[in-house]
């Protein structure tokens, strides 16, 4: 990843997730993480996959307390990673919801834009998973 691409990144996720502290460092290769406050919250891939080029997060979620391996994401769960992940993100508009007819797995928004899933690692626990399309990163500097 080129240091434009992980500005351009940071800049996008700064300005979806509400976070002005979020920025993309590089690892080198197709390898970044996504830093909040300077601190590693979770991994960028980069995919150029014929010409198009995508950006995969992936952050995962510590498991509440005592938690079944696998369990359901319910109401309760739900609040839970919301809580986490706002917190995580610094993302107060951040909304975790449910998923029709699944209870694996559960969706995330930012100001009603769909920005990724929760699902259950077997594992690694909840994993939230992004996608960024070199598109969407028009017009960021």
Avoid at 74 to 79: G, K, L, M, V
Wanted: glycine share 8%.
């Amino acid at each position: 990843m080129t240091p434009s691409e992980t500005a351009r990144l940071g800049a996008y996720l700064s300005k979806l997730l509400g976070s002005p502290t979020a920025s993309v460092h590089s690892l080198g290769g197709e390898e970044g993480e996504l830093l909040i406050d300077g601190k590693r919250a979770a991994n960028v891939l980069r995919d150029d996959e014929e010409g198009e080029v995508s950006y995969a997060i992936s952050l995962v979620v510590p498991p509440a307390p005592g938690a079944k391996k696998n369990a359901p994401i319910d109401d309760a769960e739900r609040a839970r990673l919301q809580g986490a992940l706002r917190s995580m993100l610094h993302a107060a508009d951040l909304d975790v919801r449910a998923r029709p007819r699944k209870t694996d797995s559960a969706e995330v928004y930012v100001h009603d834009e769909f920005v990724g899933t929760v699902s259950v690692d077997e594992d690694e626990g909840q994993v939230l998973t992004m996608s960024v399309l070199d598109i969407d990163l028009e017009g960021e500097e």
